[in-house]
Structure formats: C-alpha cells, structure tokens
C-alpha cells in the first residue's frame, strides 16, 4: 500500500522554509548574571536564541561585529558557530566562568554574591530538515529586533512548556519554534536583511514569483514565465533577483525543488514518477540525474540513508 505524502507547499515562502526547516526544541533556560561574567561556547553548529528580560550584555559572534542585547532585545542567529556573551565589563579572558544550576532550567553567572542586574531567556534547537544547509542559507546570518514583546512572550511559552511534563509537549514545543521563527524574520527591516528570502520578499515584484515558485515548484517555470508573474521585463526581473536574493532565478527554483524533493523523499514512500512530476521533471531519469548532481547520491540512495538513521 503506498502512503500519501503531503509536501510542505504554501504560497507563503517564508512559512514553507520554515516548515521545512522543521526545528525541534533542545536547550531553554533562565539565565541570571551579577557582576562580571562570561560564557564561551565552540563548535556548535547550532541554531541559538536570547530574550533579554533585565539588564545589558555583550554577545560576540565569530566573525561579525559585537551586538549590545538590552532588556527587551531579541536575537536569533540561524547557525552559530562560536561565540560569547558576557556583561558589559567583562571578566579577564581564561577567568573561571562555569554557570551555577540553581534549579531545573535555572543557571547563575558572575559572583554569587553580586546582584542579580541581568536575566535573560536562552535556548537552542536543531533544524531536523534533509537540506537544512539550503534553508539557513536563505536566512539572515543575525537577527537582533528590540522592544518585540510578542517575541519575548512567545520565548518564556518555550522556557515554561520546556520545564514542564504536560500532553503533547513536544509537538507544543515545534509549533511555538515554528511561531518563533516566523516572528524574528518577519520584524526584520527589509533594509537591514542581506541578499536572501526576506530581502526578496520586501520587492513586491519579486515576491510575486518567490511564491510562485514556493507554491508550484513541479510547474513550468522558467525566467521568462517567472518575469512575466512579476511583471516585469526578463533582463531587469533575472538582475534584480540575483541581486536581491543573492542567487540566480532558476539557481534557486532548482534548489527549491530538491529541498521538497528531499522532504517528501524522508516522509516516505511515494512512487518516484510522481515524486518527479510534483518538483517538475518530465521523467523518473531526468529528475534521478539533477538530484545526483545536486545532492551527489541517487535518490533512492539518499532515501534509504536517510530513514535508517
């Protein structure tokens, strides 16, 4: 008996990547800092997450300039690496720094006896999508809003179902994420975002065909098709996508089609001509050799890997 697959299509494209991205709760802790502290941490390929509820610190990320969190700041950062967050004045590098658990989910740092002149709401997730690569490239490296009290609330939801045992609580947990993520790219300002989805999606033009794409990608689409959706002439409409989204028009619209390839690949069985037909191939053939020299493996192969593990 087959099993019906349901790709995750929308004409919503920054709800389908995030959907795609499926993340799952891990980390969620109340952090309290006094006097002068500083956490590092390494290699950890991660999404990570802050909501300042008291007080200012420093968050340094590898490779981009210090950001000043205050109370009512939020930051996400898709992927990060190595990075530290400290106060203000922080303590000498190689000073001892290990937070003290206080209670289930609860971390001191800085001097026991300081007081308490920073809280703030910490957490990590994992990205469990096949081509989560793809996904978090279309995403801003670093997204730091202040004064969203709807991403405040929505962290402290996260930190107290996390700390609880209640029905159903990892799904709770993925549809906040979800909301989570929906809510930190949408109060980005267009004109702070980088090339990517959001700075795409700022040119009403272009989101025209970005949610074409998202929502048919097994139609014929082709820059001429796509121009015409946004109403605009071929040469003007492929310059400024590149430039806007960072990648070619149909650079992307592949891309996108072996993110959905992939997902509906992981969720199950499907018959592979009606895989290749819902992400645009004309053949089980043509499609095998695009995901082969997109992915470097057959699809069938990528598909048995991936539900072993």
Known sequence: MKVRIVAILTTDPLAS??????????????????????????????????????????????????LVLEAGDFVLVPEVFDFTMSSINPPPSGAPHLPLETGPGMF????????TEVRCLVGHCSFASPDRELLVSLLPAVIHV??????IALVQMIQEETQSDRAARDM?????LELLLVE???????????????????????????????????????????????????????????????????????AWRMAVAKDMLVRGNIAMAE???????????????????????????????????
């Open 275 to 309: 895989l290749a037909r819902r992400v645009g191939y004309g053949s089980v053939s043509s499609f095998s050799m695009a995901f082969s020299r997109h992915v470097g493996t057959p699809p069938g192969a990528f598909a048995a890997r991936r539900q072993a593990a």
């Open 172 to 176: 709770v947990l993925g549809r906040l």
């Open 17 to 66: 990547v995030v959907a795609l991205l499926k993340p799952e709760p891990s980390i969620a802790k109340l952090v309290n800092g006094g006097g002068r502290w500083r956490v590092e941490r390494t290699n950890m390929a991660s999404p990570f997450y802050c909501a300042m509820v008291e007080g200012t610190c420093l968050l340094a990320i590898r490779d981009l300039a210090p």
């Open 184 to 254: 930190a790219l949408r109060s980005v300002e267009s004109t702070m975002a980088e090339p990517g989805l959001l700075r795409g999606l700022a040119d009403p033009q272009l989101a025209l065909a970005l949610r074409q794409i998202h929502a048919e990608p097994g139609a014929s689409l082709s820059v001429q098709a796509l121009a015409v959706a946004a109403g605009m002439s071929r040469s003007t409409f492929f310059d400024r996508f590149r430039g806007e989204v960072g990648s070619a028009p149909m650079e992307y619209v592949a």
């Open 108 to 115: 001191r740092l800085g001097e026991q006896d300081a007081p």
């Open 146 to 151: 202040r004064a969203q009290g709807r991403l």
